[in-house]
């Protein structure tokens, strides 16, 4: 697997977490009232799922795609060294995509996370 592969697997894994997290924007019922808590429910499992994204990455990158020692030794370091960077990408990815999508839905449910 090569590290161009990294990104792009660490790219839809933030995409992924990004929908779910709209997903999970849109369960959550507006609240009436003077002081409702559905903005904050909705931002906080925006930065849940913020979390979860590089871990969850990480731990699928480093443990489950990962190329096996034994065949090339070589291949396995440079994945291996690759998999961090992928992971911050990923993250910074999710941020930036729920940036972008928080400001163009401002008086949707997503406007919320930001």
């Known amino acids: 697997m090569t590290s161009i592969t ?49 871990i969850t990455y990480f731990l699928v990158g480093g443990f489950v795609l990962v190329p096996n020692p034994e065949d090339d030794q070589m291949v396995y370091d440079a994945y291996m060294a690759v998999v961090p960077f992928a992971t911050a990408a990923g993250f910074v990815a999710y941020i930036l995509i729920g940036f972008v999508l928080s400001k163009m839905f401002k008086n949707g449910k997503v406007g919320n996370w930001f």
């Open 6 to 54: 990294n990104y792009i697997i660490s790219i839809i894994f933030a995409a992924t977490f990004i929908l779910i997290a709209a997903v999970i924007a849109n369960q959550i019922k507006f609240e009436g009232g003077a002081n409702p808590k559905d903005p904050s429910k909705r931002k906080m499992w925006f930065w849940i799922l913020a979390i979860l994204n590089p």
